[in-house]
């Protein structure tokens, strides 16, 4: 395939495809290939790439994104331990300040749109602070439970998906049903898969009630 006319628009706007900067991807379990052509070369094939702190793969899946996210949220503990939070003269608000600021942000960048296993919970639980890990701490803390924070944030996201007006992309993709044979092996758990019977689960709202609920909130 060729993106000539696609640059030739850009540059009509002021804009210029680096092709050396330039890679494509295609999501999609099997390997395919795909050839784009930008100014008489082909653009490299990739796996994977990172975007704004974003990792895409090209089967879709989020496993290898979390663990970036928990090796980054780890450097950040190494860092601070040594740095800071050993601080005796440190108050126990300061604390928890570069807690809810630094560290937590940083583990679940993103979070909006993973799908919480049991597994993925009980790696992002492990990942916590080890002096906010006791549920007694964190209510004497008042630190809201790290897995209520996400489905809070997650049904959030949900609530302006479902209010977004007609041809919004993001709306779109939410409602979007695919088409075609499904691989052999176990299903997937897609995201609105999961996040309708969170709905469910939190706030009693069956999924094909989801669109009329969010509408009230107009």
Not at 153 to 182: D, I, K
Not at 193 to 210: A, C, D, F, H, M
Request: with cysteine.
């Amino acid at each position: 395939l060729s993106l000539e006319r696609f640059a030739a628009e850009c540059e009509a706007a002021g804009m210029r495809i680096s092709a050396s900067k330039s890679e494509a991807m295609v999501f999609s379990r099997k390997r395919v290939e795909c050839l784009l052509w930008v100014r008489g070369g082909v653009l490299p094939q990739v796996k994977e790439f990172n975007y704004l702190r974003i990792l895409f793969t090209n089967g879709g899946r989020r496993e290898r994104e979390i663990d970036m996210q928990i090796g980054a949220v780890s450097a950040v503990k190494r860092a601070l331990c040594r740095s800071v939070v050993v601080k005796r003269e440190l108050s126990q608000k300061a604390k928890l300040s570069i807690y809810r600021s630094i560290y937590i942000p940083t583990l679940i960048f993103g979070h909006e749109l993973w799908v919480m296993t049991e597994r993925t919970k009980s790696r992002i639980q492990a990942a916590k602070l080890d002096g906010v890990r006791s549920s007694v701490i964190q209510e004497g803390l008042r630190v809201e439970p790290l897995l209520l924070h996400v489905e809070r944030n997650q049904l959030r996201w949900l609530g302006h998906l479902v209010r977004m007006p007609p041809g919004r992309l993001p709306g779109e993709v939410f409602w979007a049903r695919p088409t075609g044979r499904r691989p052999q092996g176990r299903p997937r758990t897609h995201w609105r898969n999961y996040v309708s019977r969170l709905t469910w689960k939190r706030l009693g709202i069956p999924p094909e009630e989801l669109e009329q609920m969010a509408g009230e909130r107009e």
